[in-house]
């Protein structure tokens, strides 16, 4: 289990995406919320849901109930990956430039040991990543992809909706 370092919630088995979608939006004060926000929220996840059954994944199921969903200030995730699941997801509800990037690292350990010396770093040469959350916009990434959350040095919450999927 990855060391997370801001609160969780657990959802009572059968939860719905409508479920997870609304509390996020209530921890950041907006209660009772409907139209554009919470509708873009859940056709964002249905939609990526629905590809995948056009391309012939019909049986996959969030593969566990524990959602992280506030990174108050101060807050960060440290260097983990998420095994026991094929993709992981980050749905980002609210943020700003200063809520901290999440950061992905080269999988390919063997560059930890031995790489020869980079003249210019770019897409091909570089260990790390680093990728600017944006408000409304899913994140897909493979479980085993090792990554972090830099330190939220804004004074307001950060709300992301991240869970991990398994084919079936």
Request: charged share 25%.
């Amino acid at each position: 289990m990855a060391n997370i370092t801001s609160g969780t919630t657990i959802f009572e088995k059968g939860f719905s995406i409508a479920d997870i979608v609304e509390e996020a939006y209530e921890r950041i004060g907006i209660e009772g919320v409907s139209g554009y926000q919470l509708k873009g929220a859940r056709r964002s996840l249905n939609i990526m849901f629905q590809e995948w059954g056009n391309r012939g994944l019909h049986y996959w199921e969030i593969a566990n109930n524990t959602i992280s969903l506030v990174n108050g200030k101060n807050t960060f995730n440290t260097k983990h990956n998420h095994p026991n699941s094929y993709f992981s997801a980050a749905y980002y509800i609210k943020t700003n430039k200063d809520s901290g990037h999440i950061k992905f690292f080269d999988p390919k350990e063997v560059k930890t040991m031995y790489s020869p010396a980079v003249s210019e770093l770019n897409e091909f040469s570089t260990n790390i990543v680093r990728i600017k959350p944006e408000e409304g916009k899913l994140l897909l990434f493979p479980s085993y992809l090792h990554h972090s959350v830099e330190e939220n040095i804004s004074d307001e919450d950060r709300i992301v909706i991240s869970f991990n999927l398994d084919i079936k």
